[in-house]
């Protein structure tokens, strides 16, 4: 596994595709997400508490990427900055090039509801609404017509396993098959990333692993970046790329080599070695 310190010309490493077969070199497009010594504070000075402190990301498109670190370490806060959800105190994000803060509140709507889909923890669906109206609620808030938000939302939720289920509500429906109407529900929009926080976290090891599995091989299979937010060193190794933090800062960066085709088992499956990651 290779090691690897972030600076601000990391997407140079995200070696995708024939070049980490030793084909010619991959030239990587810009990334999709990019940002540059974001700092957060919490509160007023004195009872100030300093989430994040100068911290530079670059997500490259359909990457997968998860962020470890210890309770507290600025993960959530980074994932929301990243997300659009929450400003900085200083630092930049670019989406596409395009800086956020010059965004108003209207056009970051727009940006979460258009581009980012969102996986977290307990799902976060609407329990009045079934599975299928969870799905296609974003989209039509989005301009879809009805008619195609639920041609699209049935179809992700049969890609999802859940047939038959799509009239159910919530409570209805397993914490795995809930968990898989919110991935349904995150990449519905065909999202250019998709942010989860502790997707797996509500659920067993069997049913997690599952999950993830789906969540990262149709992130893949859609084209969308994945940034995943986990304690679990299984968890972070579905992801190509796994980011350290620790106090505000990203401590270290291991990324693993893209697994080829018929090359036996995937990086994927190669468990986190470095127990600084996992600490
Ligand atoms: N709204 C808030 N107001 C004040 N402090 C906050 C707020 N949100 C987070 N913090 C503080 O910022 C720091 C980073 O919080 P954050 O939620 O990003 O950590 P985390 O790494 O996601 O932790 P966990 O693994 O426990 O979810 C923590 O010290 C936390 O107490
Ligand atoms: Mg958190």
């Known amino acids: ?83 659009g959800i929450l400003r900085p105190t200083s630092g930049t994000v670019q989406h596409d090039g395009a800086d956020l803060a010059s965004l108003g509140d209207r056009a970051r709507t727009r940006l979460r509801r258009n581009d980012f889909g969102f996986v977290f923890q307990d799902g976060q669906l609407l329990p009045e609404l079934t599975a299928l109206e969870n799905v296609i609620l974003p989209r039509m808030l989005a301009g879809i017509s009805r008619r195609t938000a639920t041609a699209e939302g049935r179809g992700w939720l049969d890609r999802l396993g859940l047939q038959g289920m799509h009239d159910r509500r919530p409570t209805q429906l397993s914490g795995g098959q809930a968990q898989r109407v919110a991935i349904a529900r995150a990449l519905a929009g065909r999202p250019s990333v998709v942010f989860a926080d502790e997707p797996t976290g509500a659920l067993d090891q069997g049913t997690g692993q599952t999950m993830l599995q789906i969540l990262v091989d149709t992130c893949r299979e859609s084209g969308a970046s994945l940034v995943m937010v986990t304690h679990d060193p299984q968890v972070a190794a579905v992801c190509r790329r796994t980011v350290a933090m620790r106090d505000g800062r990203i401590a270290q960066e291991f990324v693993r080599p893209a697994a080829q085709p018929g090359q036996g088992p995937s990086a994927a499956e190669q468990p986190v070695q470095d127990p600084a990651v996992t600490r």
């Open 1 to 83: 596994m290779n090691s690897t310190p972030l600076t601000s010309s990391s997407p140079s490493v995200l070696a995708t595709g024939p070049a980490a077969a030793g084909g010619p070199p991959t030239v990587h497009p810009a990334p999709v997400l990019s940002a540059r010594r974001l700092a957060m504070t919490y509160g007023e000075q004195g009872t100030a508490t300093h989430a994040l402190d100068g911290v530079d990301l670059d997500i490259a498109r359909a990457d997968s990427l998860a962020v470890m670190g210890p309770s507290g370490c600025g993960k959530t806060t980074l994932l929301h900055i990243l997300a």
